[in-house]
């Protein structure tokens, strides 16, 4: 297939911009940080101003038009493109959407090298011709299924950073846990903290860092149940420790409660809804994903 044009912001200039710097610009007008300036304006067609490379300390009149590539570079990232299942909920030039399976790594790792979910999304732009790195906005843990935005290039990746743990980037988690935790809505703030002797496991901790999690029971059953979250802050396997910490780890959790495989292969945890401010434009998005059937059977 055909590599696609790269990604680029457009501006008009306006009377009212006449005679300002290109940088003052992209800055104020594009919300283009700094690292991004200087990363682009290296390139040959990195800013253009009416399709003549441009430099940023350059004015410009009225009625010009002013282009910039916040598409990566033509070298490219480190990540070993390879062939495997993507969910793709929602794409445009700036981010992709992805309902995540579970049982899948996000990133490369030890062990895990050519087999993540970056490895995928790298191997499809390569067959569609699409010219971005892998720019991965959050994380979920490998057993954790359903919404996660990856950005297409580092000015949305930034954008959508600095959404994280504010209301403009909201992120709602279904669990099912083992008991029923009472009272059945409440918040948790306990600061989570390394386990001694444990590469990945954490624990509560008073000197770790401020973590907050926000539950409320939505059904019972089977000795079980669905609990719908909200994280404040996003520390790593958040849920899954506040959720042991008050006597309910999530069912299947090998690690902070009891492996479980006759029940379910992984803990029970479903990123289920997801919105946010569009990197480029700010209009409002959202997202749903289903809870999934390994998930419903326990309750």
């Known amino acids: 297939m055909a590599e696609q044009a790269p990604r680029r912001l457009t501006l008009t200039v306006t009377p009212a911009m006449a005679g300002e710097k290109i940088d003052t610009l992209l800055r104020r007008e594009l919300h283009l940080?700094?690292?991004?300036?200087?990363?682009?304006?290296?390139?040959?067609?990195?800013?253009?101003?009416?399709?003549?490379?441009?430099?940023?300390?350059q004015r410009v009149e009225a009625g010009q038009a002013l282009s910039v590539r916040v598409a990566d570079p033509d070298h490219k990232?480190?990540?070993?493109?390879?062939?495997?299942?993507?969910?793709?909920?929602?794409?445009?030039?700036?981010?992709?959407?992805?309902?995540?399976?579970?049982?899948?790594?996000?990133?490369?790792?030890?062990?895990?090298?050519?087999?993540?979910?970056?490895?995928?999304?790298?191997?499809?732009?390569?067959?569609?011709?699409?010219?971005?790195?892998?720019?991965?906005?959050?994380?979920?843990?490998?057993?954790?299924?359903?919404?996660?935005?990856v950005a297409k290039h580092p000015h949305?990746?930034?954008?959508?950073?600095?959404?994280?743990?504010?209301?403009?980037?909201?992120?709602?988690?279904?669990?099912?846990?083992?008991?029923?935790?009472?009272?059945?809505?409440?918040?948790?703030?306990?600061?989570?903290?390394?386990?001694p002797d444990s590469l990945i496991a954490r624990r509560v901790d008073p000197a770790g860092q401020a973590a907050v999690t926000r539950y409320r029971v939505l059904r019972a059953g089977r000795g079980r149940a669905l609990v719908e979250l909200e994280l404040d802050t996003g520390r790593t396997h958040q849920i899954r420790v506040h959720m042991a910490h008050i006597g309910h780890p999530l069912t299947g959790d090998f690690l902070y409660g009891t492996e479980a495989h006759s029940l379910i292969s992984r803990p029970a945890l479903h990123s289920a809804r997801l919105s946010l401010l569009h990197p480029v434009t700010g209009e409002p998005m959202a997202w749903e994903q289903p809870l999934p059937e390994d998930m419903k059977r326990l309750i």
């Open 33 to 57: 940080s700094g690292t991004v300036i200087r990363r682009i304006k290296w390139l040959e067609d990195g800013i253009l101003l009416d399709g003549v490379r441009a430099i940023t300390g």
């Open 77 to 149: 990232g480190i990540m070993v493109p390879a062939p495997g299942p993507l969910d793709i909920v929602y794409e445009d030039g700036d981010l992709l959407v992805l309902n995540k399976a579970p049982g899948v790594t996000v990133h490369p790792g030890p062990g895990h090298y050519a087999d993540t979910l970056c490895n995928f999304i790298a191997y499809y732009y390569r067959e569609q011709g699409i010219t971005a790195d892998v720019h991965p906005v959050q994380r979920l843990d490998r057993g954790t299924s359903g919404l996660m935005v």
């Open 156 to 195: 949305a990746q930034e954008r959508l950073k600095r959404q994280l743990h504010t209301p403009d980037f909201r992120r709602v988690y279904l669990a099912v846990c083992d008991g029923v935790p009472e009272p059945p809505e409440g918040v948790i703030d306990a600061p989570l903290g390394r386990a």
